[in-house]
């Protein structure tokens, strides 16, 4: 991605955030083992984009590209069924689109106590783990008329 603003964009990894530089570089420094969403944040109260699954493990450097893949999406929101005229920037301020990843298969006639049980267990699995780390979150820009724009989109269903 880019080229960027001056200060560069800023990053969210969790309870870390950091800045790149104009070339769009960052560094995480001592970030704990574990998995968290890189996303890029373009400025206050705009919600986070190109959310990417990350993975650190101890004692190692990761490198990760975030943005710059994909492919740019337009669209358009329309109010059905209204006549009355809608400031699409002023009515959406959290809209995202998400790679849509089919739900798990939840076993038949479980209890209650026993589908909880399954799915606190399913959610801890190497599966469920594998399966986040596929999705992705892409905010786009949306006009006051309701078009909206993605830069960056990956190919495949969304939702």
Request: with cysteine; glycine share 12%.
């Amino acid at each position: 991605m880019g080229p960027f603003p001056r200060g560069g964009l800023n990053l969210d990894l969790g309870a870390f955030s950091t800045k790149t530089d104009d070339r769009g570089n960052f560094t995480f420094e001592q970030v704990p083992p574990g998995d968290f969403s890189l996303a890029i944040v373009l400025g206050l109260g705009i919600p986070f984009t190109y959310q990417t699954p990350v993975e650190v493990r101890p004692g190692q450097t990761i490198q990760v590209q975030i943005g710059g893949i994909g492919r740019a999406v337009k669209g358009q929101l329309v109010l059905v069924g209204g006549s009355r005229s809608v400031d699409w920037s002023k009515q959406t301020q959290f809209l995202s689109l998400a790679t849509k990843i089919p739900r798990p298969a939840t076993p038949q006639g479980l209890t209650l106590d026993q589908s909880q049980k399954w799915q606190l267990e399913y959610w801890q699995s190497d599966e469920a783990v594998q399966r986040t780390r596929k999705m992705r979150s892409f905010a786009p820009q949306v006009q006051p008329d309701g078009s909206l724009r993605s830069r960056m989109c990956l190919p495949g269903p969304m939702k």
